[in-house]
């Protein structure tokens, strides 16, 4: 398949269709810096899952260099752009992506082949922030006490979640992930990358192979939830991370406790109960199920910037930087500016 076998058009001319595609493009221009610089941006993911097809990511870097560095087990692909002393840093990322929206019957085992031991293994592994001993092993034993299967765990940890925790609007960005800090310290406020690595964090220690799965809203959502998709084409603040659990009899199962939290506190008029039928309507779909309205970048935890001379990332789901003054804050819009923008497209075979 060449780049002429697609034909893009407004969304609005579009039929209906179960696979929609999406063009997402990142545009960085470090500020004030006359050393050289590094920039660094998550791309789309690089391996096919039943929600994601990653058509392409194309890349430009005027007045430097750049190439894609890739992790297979986490899907990870890294955009790594140089530029020399005395140039104008610009890095711009054009991901072009289908998806789907997904969800799992989990009322019968299906009849599908299990992820690699491999696969399952990598899933399983402690992280940094993500640690499976200690606080993080004894909590997910007293939730999970008393569940006879993969499924009953599993839910046992999200309504824990979506039962104990809350959306902190206060957080900076998505969060940290810090989840042995939201356990010893019951600080259990959050955003998505806290709530939902709380998720993955427990699973794995209760043996549930799970992952984090980082990316960003590209589209409004067709079920009602204003607080659950973008609000226009600029998605730059739009960033999102879910999770999945991959279940005996089931493989990979989407969840996605952080929204349940999300809806109750944001959506219109605001902090909503968990009984509101809003909330519990969302409670009931976001463990099995996951709108597409998003597209995801990665599976990775513990990231090593190519080239970096400072610490792995915890994730990689924001634009990153660095010149002769250190790594810039990625939330910063004096020194790290950014625009990421999404639309939606036809696409022809």
């Known amino acids: 398949m060449t780049r002429r076998d697609f034909l893009f058009a407004s969304a609005a001319a579009a039929p209906a269709t179960v696979w929609r595609t999406f063009e997402v493009k990142t545009s960085v221009e470090l500020l004030h810096s006359a050393a050289p610089a590094r920039i660094w941006l998550p791309a789309a993911l690089i391996r096919e899952t039943p929600y994601q097809r990653t058509l392409s990511n194309e890349f430009v870097a005027k007045g430097g260099s750049a190439k894609m560095r890739r992790h297979e087990a986490d899907g990870l692909g890294v955009v790594t752009a140089e530029f020399p002393a005395g140039s104008r840093p610009v890095l711009t990322l054009t991901s072009r992506v289908s998806t789907k929206d997904y969800t799992v019957d989990l009322t019968a085992p299906a009849k599908q082949l299990a992820a690699s031991s491999a696969e399952l293994q990598h899933f399983l592994r402690p992280t940094k922030l993500l640690p499976t001993t200690g606080i993080v092993q004894s909590m997910a034993a007293e939730i999970t006490a008393g569940a006879k299967s993969d499924v009953d765990k599993a839910r046992a940890i999200y309504n824990w979640i979506v039962d104990n925790t809350f959306r902190d609007p206060k957080t900076r960005g998505c969060g940290t ?36 799965v980082y990316g960003i809203r590209v589209a409004k959502s ?4 204003k607080s659950l998709g973008a609000s226009s084409e600029v998605i730059t603040k739009a960033q999102h991370c879910r999770a999945e659990v991959h279940l005996a009899g089931y493989g990979w199962v989407p969840v996605d406790p952080a929204d349940v939290r999300k809806v109750a506190l944001e959506e219109p008029p605001g902090n909503r109960p968990l009984n509101d ?6 409670r009931t779909r976001l463990f099995g199920s996951w709108e597409m309205n998003w597209i995801a970048y990665n599976f990775a935890h513990d990231v090593a910037l190519p080239g970096s001379a400072h610490s792995p990332l915890g994730f990689l789901m924001y634009p990153q930087a660095e010149n002769a003054a250190g790594r810039l804050d990625c939330l910063d819009p004096d020194n790290f500016r950014y625009t990421i923008t999404a639309r939606e497209l036809l696409f022809k075979v």
């Open 177 to 212: 992930g810090n989840i042995k800090f939201m356990l010893e310290s019951r600080d259990l406020g959050g955003k998505c990358a806290d709530l939902n690595a709380l998720f993955v964090g427990l699973a794995r220690a209760a043996g549930l192979p799970a992952r984090d």
């Open 222 to 225: 067709s079920l009602g939830y």
């Open 277 to 282: 039928e809003m909330v519990t309507r969302a």
